[in-house]
Every structure is written in structure tokens, then in C-alpha cells.
């Protein structure tokens, strides 16, 4: 009965070097979600999935953002090159289907870059 | 870009006293939902109430929507310290149901 899980918990890097951030969302949910969140401040849509495919991508802040999704399950965010204005909280959600659901929350990664 | 904005920022109030946190959006939508946050990490969903709907209730909470003024509130009754936390609301839109676009958030802090 596990919920939204993400991996790492947290992670430092250095600037210029590439990080892999994972979600793993509840079993069945279709949808699933990235943001981002800065200290302090609000969410900040990245990209979400229907299934395999990401109908929008459009949060994405950069080309050095990407993320994928396999098997309508796991999911993946990669930051090319990290900058030290990518340091935050990266949360991931999932729902079953997307228009009007209650979307459930991972606990997030804290990503530091030094 | 945010599609609603909170009030107030913060919010401090001593245990039994009410809260009430305010949200306002941009564009027509079909549902507003209010989703609490404790010590920066997952979210936590509290209550979604319809565009058709004026007013909703969940235990202590209780939720308005006003869609001709497109604000919304949040009343936390009878607060405890364990309501601590940040409250945020987030909406779809009518002509993209697939997303949600959340608020900037009230941080609440409640004394015992």
C-alpha cells in the first residue's frame, strides 16, 4: 500500500554535472507529475505524463530539463549540466486520470547544487 | 506562470482561534482544490469543490467559491498547533483539465 515514492531523498551535486531524479507513483495511476519548488515559494508545473506520453511539456525550464516515463509507471526527470539556480525541491504526483483529480504527493527530492 | 495567489502570506494565530486563507485566480475554471504542505516536503490533499459548487465542509474545514469574483477560501476551525503547515490552493482551467496550477501558499503557524 505504498504511496508516491521519490529517489534520493536528497542530493548534492556540483554545478556542471548531471542528476537523475526518480518517482515512483502509485500503482494504476496513470498521471503523473513533476514540479518544482524553491524555498519559500510555490509549485511550479515542470511536465506531466498521461501514461507514456507527455501531452505537455511546457513547464520545462530549459533543454538542459528532461524527463521520461516507461512502462506507465516510473518516472525520471534529468538535469543536464546543473546550475545553481536548479537548486530545489523537485516534487513528483500522481492521479488516476487526470482532469479534476486529486493528485498525491512524493515526499521530494532535495536537490543541492554547489 | 502562478494561476492563484494566496492571502494572506502568513499567518500566525493562537490554537482555537479560526483561520481563513484566502485565493485568487486567473482564468474560468472547472475545479479548485486546497492541498496542505508541512516542512517544505509532499503534499497533502484536503478538499476539492467544484465550479458549480458555492461551499464545502470537511471536518474543521470549510471552503467558498466565489467563481464571479474567481477567489476562493479556506476556513480552518478551531486550529490546533498541529495545523501548522503551508496551504495552497491550485486550479485546473476550462480549456486545459489535465494540470493544475498552484498558488503561492499561506504559511500558517498556530501557538499552543
Known amino acids: 500500500g505504498a504511496g508516491v515514492s521519490q529517489s534520493p531523498s536528497n542530493k548534492v551535486t556540483e554545478k556542471g554535472k548531471d542528476v537523475e531524479l526518480r518517482c515512483d507513483p502509485i500503482?494504476?495511476?496513470?498521471?503523473l507529475y513533476w514540479y518544482r519548488q524553491s524555498l519559500g515559494q510555490g509549485l511550479e508545473f515542470l511536465i506531466y505524463?498521461?501514461?507514456?506520453?507527455?501531452?505537455?511539456k511546457s513547464g520545462l525550464p530549459s533543454d538542459r530539463f528532461s524527463a521520461e516515463r516507461t512502462g506507465g509507471s516510473v518516472s525520471t526527470l534529468t538535469i543536464q549540466r546543473t546550475q545553481q539556480e536548479d537548486s530545489a525541491v523537485y516534487l513528483c504526483?500522481?492521479?488516476?486520470?487526470?482532469?479534476?483529480?486529486?493528485?498525491?504527493f512524493g515526499p521530494g527530492t532535495r536537490l543541492t547544487v554547489t | 506562470s502562478q494561476q492563484g495567489e494566496e492571502d494572506p502570506q502568513a499567518l500566525s494565530i493562537q490554537e482555537g482561534e479560526n483561520a481563513t486563507m484566502n485565493c485568487s485566480y486567473k482564468t474560468s475554471i472547472n475545479n479548485l482544490q486546497w492541498y496542505r504542505q508541512n516542512s517544505g516536503r509532499g503534499l497533502v490533499h484536503l478538499i476539492l469543490i467544484r465550479s458549480n459548487e458555492r461551499e464545502k465542509h470537511s471536518g474543521r474545514l470549510r471552503v467558498t467559491l466565489d467563481t464571479s469574483k474567481k477567489s476562493s477560501s479556506l476556513l480552518i476551525t478551531a486550529s490546533r498547533a498541529a495545523d501548522t503547515a503551508s496551504y495552497f490552493c491550485?486550479?485546473?482551467?476550462?480549456?486545459?483539465?489535465?494540470?493544475?496550477?498552484f498558488g503561492t501558499g499561506t504559511r500558517l503557524q498556530v501557538f499552543p
Open positions: 504526483a500522481s492521479s488516476f486520470g487526470t482532469s479534476g483529480r486529486e493528485q498525491y
Open positions: 491550485a486550479t485546473d482551467a476550462k480549456h486545459n483539465t489535465d494540470k493544475l496550477i
Open positions: 500503482s494504476g495511476h496513470t498521471a
Open positions: 505524463f498521461q501514461g507514456n506520453s507527455a501531452p505537455d
